[in-house]
T-cell receptor, first 113, second 111 residues
Framework: NAGVTQTPKFQVLKTGQSMTLQCAQDMNHNSMYWYRQDPGMGLRLIYYSASEGTTDKGEVPNGYNVSRLNKREFSLRLESAAPSQTSVYFC????????????FGPGTRLTVL | KQEVTQIPAALSVPEGENLVLNCSFTDSAIYNLQWFRQDPGKGLTSLLLIQSSQREQTSGRLNASLDKSSGRSTLYIAASQPGDSATYLCAAHSGNTPLVFGKGTRLSVIA
């Protein structure tokens, strides 16, 4: 089992460009999450999907959209990238939204110039 | 709103020492608390998950405790090794919100 996989590993964008970060899990988990990690700010939740067909905003959703494509895949889209979105993005999954362990992917390091 | 704090932000110890990492949270009505390890440039690896009904969990040289009434959790690492050097994060799950993370403690174990 690969666990949680993310693509790409690295990306450089210019301000105003768009891109989609991909995430997939092979653990048959119901819930999936997108976080960003910034120095001094820790990990902050962007969006999550408690189950297939549902998505909810987290702490810092502005500038992002998500799609729960199916049970395995959860994508994060930046429609018009800004330098403030330079960060490391992590996808995670868990069996259920409550009471269950979260497992993380290796991350995508994004730089917006 | 849940807030999670980890003190100290950084810690340096000699190899072989037993050590304790601290995590405090403001909302004691938690479902669970999870400890993670993060190596530089890598993702998070789950170490231990403590449910609200549990007092502690153990995995090898690691032992995590939970005291909801005081809003505290500790991660005990026995006989520390240089390979334990990493950032350790705790995260609390409460209410309808998913995990809220502390900012982590960066541990250096010196050979």
């Amino acid at each position: 089992n690969a666990g949680v996989t993310q693509t790409p590993k690295f990306q450089v964008l210019k301000t105003g460009q768009s891109m989609t970060l991909q995430c997939a899990q092979d653990m048959n988990h119901n819930s999936m999450y997108w976080y960003r990690q910034d120095p001094g700010m820790g990990l902050r939740l962007i969006y999550y999907s408690a189950s297939e067909g549902t998505t909810d905003k987290g702490e810092v959703p502005n500038g992002y959209n998500v799609s729960r494509l199916n049970k395995r895949e959860f994508s994060l889209r930046l429609e018009s990238a800004a330098p403030s979105q330079t960060s490391v993005y992590f996808c995670a999954s868990s069996e259920a939204p409550s009471s269950n362990e979260q497992f993380f992917g290796p991350g995508t390091r994004l730089t917006v110039l | 709103k849940q807030e999670v704090t980890q003190i100290p932000a950084a810690l340096s110890v000699p190899e072989g020492e037993n050590l304790v990492l601290n995590c405090s949270f403001t909302d004691s009505a938690i479902y669970n608390l999870q400890w993670f390890r993060q190596d530089p440039g890598k993702g998070l690896t789950s170490l231990l998950l403590i449910q609200s009904s549990q007092r502690e969990q153990t995995s090898g040289r690691l032992n995590a405790s939970l005291d909801k009434s005081s809003g505290r959790s500790t991660l005990y690492i026995a006989a520390s090794q240089p390979g334990d050097s990493a950032t350790y994060l705790c995260a609390a799950h409460s209410g309808n919100t998913p995990l809220v993370f502390g900012k982590g403690t960066r541990l250096s174990v010196i050979a």
